[in-house]
Nanobody, 122 residues
């Protein structure tokens, strides 16, 4: 059973930065075999993809609204994924979720964390 746990959310002023962390646990599962993603959902809006990173860290992609401001990374030795968020805007306010997809189905994010709230004050 894979479990994901996010942390690092909070209240920040516009223009500030936050770093989100996601811890992966899965007895018998190798973190390095999973593609990781960050998603967010604001009240009244659909969930959107923020960033994704391949299992070997070779490639990452970003949603249009965060490209150039956010950086996704991972540490396979620590079983962790990160989202560095810079130049935050009020429209970045949302619950942020990390998710995992197996290498066999790299776009099927089946495993999700509980989410962490990010609030950007303007």
């Amino acid at each position: 059973q894979i479990q994901l746990s996010e942390s690092g959310g909070g209240l920040v002023q516009a223009g500030g930065s936050l770093r989100l962390s996601c811890v992966f646990s899965g007895p018998g599962r190798s973190f390095s075999m999973y593609r990781m993603g960050w998603f967010r959902q604001a009240p009244g809006k659909e969930r959107e993809m923020v960033a994704r990173i391949t299992s070997d860290t070779a490639s990452a992609d970003y949603g249009d609204s965060v490209r150039g401001r956010f950086i996704v990374s991972r540490d396979n030795g620590q079983n962790m994924a990160f989202l560095q968020m810079n130049s935050l805007k009020s429209e970045d306010t949302a619950v942020y979720y990390c998710a995992a997809a197996s290498y066999e189905s790299p776009y099927d994010f089946r495993h999700w964390g509980q989410g962490t709230q990010v609030t950007v004050a303007s």
